[in-house]
């Protein structure tokens, strides 16, 4: 088999410890906090007040703007809080709605669509109001992004899953790939498109197989070399349509759009069930748990109680631990685990801190090697350090999609991520409004 | 639920368990072929300075960084071993070890932490100190000894030679193919500084290097490459004045310049483009002084002198960055 893929990247130990762990339901939270800010663009207005008795699926959050989108409540309860707190993940306060549940599931839906009967704009307005944003991680709400400015001609479904542990993409293709197929063919309605391929990494062989033996002459199968970032958006683009995202563009601008596994089947759920998106799969996993599992959870769960329900707690043996959300490569660390989960949050890693000896930057060039954004890393670090904003960018600076490639491969263990995505806050700031 | 300490650190959070350090054994495994071949042709003696060189390398850092740059966390990695190891194989038996000492001085304290330490430096510095020990002791760098041959041997019974190099230069290829032949070239029992001589040695730690990925190979290849085609062509003009492009490989500093010295990480360029441009440079300037200059060897020159390029090379070889045009 040809296995498709980009330059550079790097290889990390893959530990996929929770593979063949099929995805199980989660049991219902007590209390679940939800952020208005779950997708990318302005965040969501509160629309219920404390004291309020809201059902599973009702809109307790309405989009400001056009690049917003909606939240429902995950449960069935009583909202006891309406308040501002800090979110690791935005590095600001977010407003949340606090809900505690008082009984099993009553949902509100909304109508369900036949969609090959109904229009375009039909699907996108119920995609929109069930709050479907893009679940590999981004959160950029899916209405938009079905709603091309240009002419796309070419859909791709990501199904690279390239950091490691994570392994919920995985099980969504092996075990619900009908539902994962129709809400394909909705957003290939959508768009209008022809050309679908759904990209996979060679480390899910079996996933390959299992769908290019269902969906034979429906969605061409890409197999992906094994390497990080396969599933960055614009790797993905280059390795299985060889084209080149501009600088400072999207994906649309070389017709393709880009959509994350567990997206479609979001947007399968949203218009065939009428369910808005209240709930995603996830991994839990790393060596700092008892207990590995891919699982369905209410979004909004307190990670305090992911780890101790479904996770049956830290592991023995150790007194610090990283509690990433999302894989080792690109995660979070959360500061407090009252931090829920997020619509964006396709697992929770908790693993030791690596101790490694630093040394000045001895000009290997490994970084160079392995940057798939062909940058110099090792050139942007020390103009970061420098405050050299203006020829960082000239190098490309706002180029960088802060993979991490190049501080993985790195002997002398250069922090190069950290000062770059420093220097384009910065950057960012200083020219702000000037192009 | 057990409590523990959340750790707040920068992404990614999982690396290579590589290391600087993990590199610069690397180097030294590699140079360890040549260093047995430095013992065996000339002496016990070779050896001494070689581990000399490695052990007052590594303790004039640590004294360095230590006291005089007050660095309470330095610890040794390995990079002062390689630059006092590579400076032992860069001198001639002749040489007494204080005068090692002084290069290792020099190349530590000066052209290495003067300039900011590891990573800083512009120079090679082992090689900038070998060419400081050359205009400071011509003497003891410039006098040669036939080497012995075998185990066990000091030095001090052997007899004095001229290098292949010095005798292509003051009298002719005709006159070094009298004096030695190909396979000893090859092998390394002809005079020379005590690590150059064995090209097979070096290539067989240099191949090492290639397996573990720890050498820019672009360097190499262009530096050996231009050298065989630059000789190539003089040869046809005049093979009696020229020599032949093979023997040019194997004499003198080539191989151990182009594959350990001009692959330096600190000193040489960044990308695939400007280390083809570096190594095409190093080989164009060690033919000139090789034919044309005063001395007759110009390996250490070139590099030196491709060093100083470097900053230059690297902001002109720039990578098109992904989804730009050309830069």
């Known amino acids: ?435 | 639920m057990k409590n523990v300490k959340l750790l707040i650190t920068s992404a990614p959070h999982v690396r290579t368990q590589d290391s600087t350090r993990k590199i610069m054994i690397d180097v030294l495994i590699a140079l360890t072929p040549a260093t047995i071949a430095a013992t065996f042709f000339f002496g016990l003696y070779a050896l001494v300075l070689s581990i000399l060189g490695m052990i007052s390398a590594e303790l004039i850092e640590f004294f360095i960084m230590r006291v005089l740059r007050k660095d309470k966390n330095f610890v040794p990695n390995g990079s002062a071993a390689v630059t006092g190891l590579l400076l032992a194989l860069n001198v001639s038996v002749a040489t007494p070890w204080w005068v090692l000492l002084i290069g290792v001085v020099f190349a530590i304290a000066i052209v290495k932490h003067a300039f900011g330490g590891l990573g800083q430096n512009i120079f090679n510095p082992a090689l900038a100190a070998r060419v400081f020990l050359l205009v400071s002791f011509p003497t003891f760098m410039t006098t040669w000894y036939k080497p012995i041959a075998s185990f066990g041997g000091w030095y001090t019974d052997a007899q004095t030679t001229a290098t292949p190099l010095a005798i292509l230069k003051l009298q002719g290829f005709s006159k070094v193919m009298e004096s030695t032949n190909y396979l000893d070239l090859a092998f390394g029992n002809v005079g020379g500084c005590i690590g150059e001589t064995s090209a097979i040695l070096l290539f067989i730690g240099f191949l090492y290097l290639v397996f573990r990925g720890r050498i820019k190979i672009v360097i190499p290849a262009t530096y050996i490459g231009s050298v065989l085609l630059i000789a190539s062509i003089f040869y046809t003009i005049n093979p009696e004045r020229f020599g032949s492009p093979i023997f040019h490989v194997l004499a003198g500093g080539l191989m151990l310049g182009a594959l350990f010295m001009a692959t330096d990480m600190v000193t040489s360029p960044m990308t695939l483009k400007g280390q083809a441009i570096f190594g095409l440079g190093c080989g164009v300037v060690t033919m000139l002084i090789r034919y044309f200059g005063g001395y007759p060897e110009g390996v250490s020159l070139s590099i030196l002198l491709m060093n100083a390029l470097v900053p230059i090379i690297d902001r002109h070889t720039q990578p098109r960055v992904f989804g730009r045009r050309k830069a």
């Open chain 1, 1 to 435: 088999m040809k296995l498709l893929t980009f330059k550079g990247g790097v290889h990390p130990p893959e530990k996929k410890l929770t593979e063949h762990e099929k995805i199980q339901k989660a049991p219902l939270p007590e209390k679940v906090v939800v952020l208005m800010a779950q997708h990318a663009g302005a965040p969501a207005k509160v629309v219920v007040e404390v004291g309020q008795q809201v059902k599973t699926g009702q809109v307790i959050g309405e989009p400001q703007g056009p690049v917003s989108a909606y939240v429902h409540s995950p449960v069935t309860g009583t909202v006891t809080n309406v308040a501002k707190i800090n979110s690791a993940v935005h590095g600001i306060a977010v407003e949340a709605v606090t809900i505690e549940r008082t009984g099993e599931d009553e949902w509100e839906l909304l109508p369900k669509l036949d969609w090959t009967t109904v229009t375009k704009e039909e699907l996108i307005e119920q995609i929109k109001k069930a709050g479907v944003v893009g679940l590999g991680g981004a959160m950029f709400p899916t209405h938009v992004k079905l709603n091309p400015s240009k002419p796309v001609d070419t859909l791709i479904i990501n199904g690279a899953e390239c950091e490691p542990y994570l392994t919920i993409d995985h099980r969504v293709m092996l075990e619900m790939d009908e539902e994962l197929l129709e809400g394909i063919e909705i957003t290939k309605k959508i768009l209008g498109v022809k050309e679908v391929y759904i990209g996979i990494e060679y480390n899910k062989k079996d996933a390959i197989e299992h769908l290019e033996r269902k969906w034979k002459g429906k969605v061409k199968v890409a197999a992906l070399k094994t390497k990080y970032p396969q599933g960055a958006e614009k790797q993905l683009i280059k390795a299985i349509t060889g084209r080149e995202v501009p600088s400072g563009g999207l994906p649309m601008d070389v017709g393709v759009v880009v959509q994350n596994v567990s997206t479609m089947v979001a947007i399968k759920q949203a218009v065939v069930d009428g369910r808005p998106l209240v709930e995603r799969g996830m991994t839990l996993t790393g060596e700092g748990v008892n207990r590995k599992g891919n699982w369905w959870v209410r979004i909004g769960t307190p990670i305090s109680w992911i780890i101790e329900r479904l996770g049956d707690g830290f592991a023995e043996g150790y007194n610090e631990l990283k509690v990433l959300m999302g894989g080792p490569m690109m995660g979070i660390p959360v500061p407090n685990l009252d931090t829920p989960l997020l619509k964006g949050n396709n697992g929770i890693t908790v693993i030791p801190e690596q101790k490694r000896e630093s040394t000045n930057c001895i000009r290997c060039s490994y970084c160079v090697h392995v940057c798939p954004m062909n940058l110099q890393p090792y050139l942007l670090d020390l103009l970061a350090r420098k405050k050299k904003y203006d020829e960082a960018a000239a190098i490309g600076l706002l180029d960088c999609i802060e993979c991490g490639s190049c501080t993985y491969i790195c002997p002398a263990n250069v922090e190069h991520v950290k000062s770059i995505k420093l220097a384009k806050k910065v950057y960012r700031t200083l020219r702000g409004g000037k192009k």
